[in-house]
C-alpha cells in the first residue's frame, strides 16, 4: 500500500551511541517533515524538505542531522543521543506545501534514551 | 510560521452527542486541514477546507473557516467511542515552509 513507512518502529539508546531513522514514501512527494512529539506538547517540527538535496531546520533541529539523498526517502540521525531525547518520532510527507494536498503520516518510531 | 492552536485542550462527551473543536492561527494561509492521532499512532488526515470556502462537510464532519478571525471549527455530529482521539489543525499556504501544530484537543466519547 502506498504511503509513509518509517523504521524501525521501537529503538531504545544508550546515551551517546548514535542511530538513523528511516522515513520512506512511494507516493513521489517533494515534501517531507520529521516532527517529535512529547507528553503535553503537542508535534514539534525537527527539520523538513522541500526537495531532493535539500534540508532546513524547523523549531526543534538541535541534537538532529537529517539528509534526502533520494526523494523518496528522508533520514533523521542523532549523533550522540540524549536522554531528553526520548520521544515519539513522526515523518510526514505531502505533494506540495501550498496547494490543496493534505499530508501522509507515518506510524511513528518509539525512541527510549536511557 | 504557519501554525494551528486548538481549544479546548480537552473534552469529554457522551456517545451520540455533538462534539466541536476550535483551531486558531496566525498568519494567512491557503487551506486548513483537520486531522486525528489515535493513542500512539501517526496522524490520519480527516478534512481540508480552501481558504476561500466558508463550510465544508464530510460524513459526520463539518467544517466551517472564518479568515477574518483567523479560526476554524472541527463538528463531529452523532460522537462514537471510536472518535475518542486527539484532533490537531493545520494551516498550510502562505509563504512559510515551516508547518507547525497546535497542542491538538483531545476529544474523549463516553459509552
Known amino acids: 500500500n502506498a504511503g509513509v513507512t518509517q523504521t524501525p518502529k521501537f529503538r531504545v539508546l544508550k546515551t551517546g551511541q548514535s542511530m538513523t531513522l528511516l522515513c520512506a514514501q512511494d507516493?513521489?512527494?517533494?515534501?517531507m517533515y520529521w516532527y517529535r512529539q512529547d507528553p503535553g506538547m503537542g508535534l514539534r517540527l525537527i527539520h523538513y524538505s522541500v526537495g531532493e538535496g535539500t534540508t532546513a531546520k524547523g523549531e526543534v533541529p538541535d541534537g538532529y542531522n537529517v539528509s534526502r539523498l533520494k526523494k523518496q526517502n528522508f533520514l533523521l540521525g542523532l549523533e550522540s543521543a540524549a536522554p531528553s531525547q526520548t520521544s515519539v518520532y513522526f515523518c510526514?510527507?505531502?505533494?506540495?506545501?501550498?496547494?490543496?494536498?493534505?499530508?501522509?503520516f507515518g506510524s511513528g518510531t518509539r525512541l527510549t534514551v536511557v | 510560521s504557519q501554525q494551528g492552536e486548538e481549544d479546548p485542550q480537552a473534552l469529554s462527551i457522551q456517545e451520540g452527542e455533538n462534539a466541536t473543536m476550535n483551531c486558531s492561527y496566525k498568519t494567512s494561509i491557503n487551506n486548513l486541514q483537520w486531522y486525528r492521532q489515535n493513542s500512539g499512532r501517526g496522524l490520519v488526515h480527516l478534512i481540508l477546507i480552501r481558504s476561500n470556502e466558508r463550510e465544508k462537510h464530510s460524513g459526520r464532519l463539518r467544517v466551517t473557516l472564518d479568515t477574518s478571525k483567523k479560526s476554524s471549527s472541527l463538528l463531529i455530529t452523532a460522537s462514537r467511542a471510536a472518535d475518542t482521539a486527539s484532533y490537531f489543525c493545520?494551516?498550510?499556504?502562505?509563504?512559510?515552509?515551516?508547518?507547525?501544530f497546535g497542542k491538538g484537543t483531545l476529544l474523549t466519547v463516553n459509552p
Open positions: 510526514a510527507s505531502s505533494y506540495s506545501w501550498q496547494i490543496n494536498y493534505g499530508y501522509t
Open positions: 507516493m513521489n512527494h517533494e515534501y
Open positions: 493545520l494551516g498550510s499556504g502562505g509563504s512559510n515552509y515551516k508547518l507547525t
